[in-house]
T-cell receptor, first 111, second 114 residues
Framework: GQQLNQSPQSMFIQEGEDVSMNCTSSSIFNTWLWYKQDPGEGPVLLIALYKAGELTSNGRLTAQFGITRKDSFLNISASIPSDVGIYFCAGRRTSGSRLTFGEGTQLTVNP | SQTIHQWPATLVQPVGSPLSLECTVEGTSNPNLYWYRQAAGRGLQLLFYSVGIGQISSEVPQNLSASRPQDRQFILSSKKLLLSDSGFYLC?????????????FGPGTRLTVT
């Protein structure tokens, strides 16, 4: 079945550092979404990407739709303690509305 | 604006007991609706999705079932819970039309089967 490989699985960084994470697949996706989940809550949509090569920002977050359509990247600049959480990528293939989710990146920010 | 509700927020049930989790969406019509399960805070497993009233697609064979009795209501049920049914259950919705495939999640229900 479809699989998304999300890396790294976890990150421990100092406040103020930049963060990069990515998702890759052997299949082509037409949509990439990035979510953040705080403990005990539902995931919140951060950024949606619809075109290969697209680069979209949301505050300190920037995400890119890979040119091959098989990957996506999320960068967080100047991290702060409230960035702590699990970040998920999700992709949609050619038809239907179902999404495939990555396993998540657990981000810890030390003050 | 659209909002999505789930209840209960937490639930502790004994093995063999029935289950009913409810999800409702406000502020939109004919949404696509989804039930996911998340174990140990990682990885979302799609359980069911629905594109309309009475239309349910199951992604994995299991002890659970879903129903959509009204346009904006989605229910997850079980006749007899198993220990392995414990987890964090998330409901989500997405617009039925247009080019947006973004899914929006509810606050979740934490189920513990004892």
């Amino acid at each position: 079945g479809q699989q998304l490989n999300q890396s790294p699985q976890s990150m421990f960084i100092q406040e103020g550092e930049d963060v990069s994470m990515n998702c890759t697949s052997s299949s082509i996706f037409n949509t990439w979404l990035w979510y953040k989940q705080d403990p005990g809550e539902g995931p919140v949509l951060l950024i949606a990407l619809y075109k290969a090569g697209e680069l979209t920002s949301n505050g300190r977050l920037t995400a890119q739709f890979g040119i091959t359509r098989k990957d996506s990247f999320l960068n967080i600049s100047a991290s702060i303690p409230s960035d702590v959480g699990i970040y998920f990528c999700a992709g949609r293939r050619t038809s239907g509305s179902r999404l495939t989710f990555g396993e998540g990146t657990q981000l810890t920010v030390n003050p | 604006s659209q909002t999505i509700h789930q209840w209960p927020a937490t639930l502790v049930q004994p093995v063999g007991s029935p289950l009913s989790l409810e999800c409702t969406v406000e502020g939109t019509s004919n949404p696509n609706l989804y039930w996911y399960r998340q174990a140990a805070g990682r990885g979302l497993q799609l359980l069911f999705y629905s594109v309309g009233i009475g239309q349910i697609s199951s992604e994995v064979p299991q002890n659970l079932s879903a129903s959509r009795p009204q346009d904006r209501q989605f229910i997850l049920s079980s006749k007899k819970l198993l220990l392995s049914d414990s987890g964090f259950y998330l409901c989500a919705w997405s617009p039925a039309t247009g080019l947006s495939y973004e899914q929006y999640f509810g606050p979740g229900t934490r189920l513990t089967v004892t």
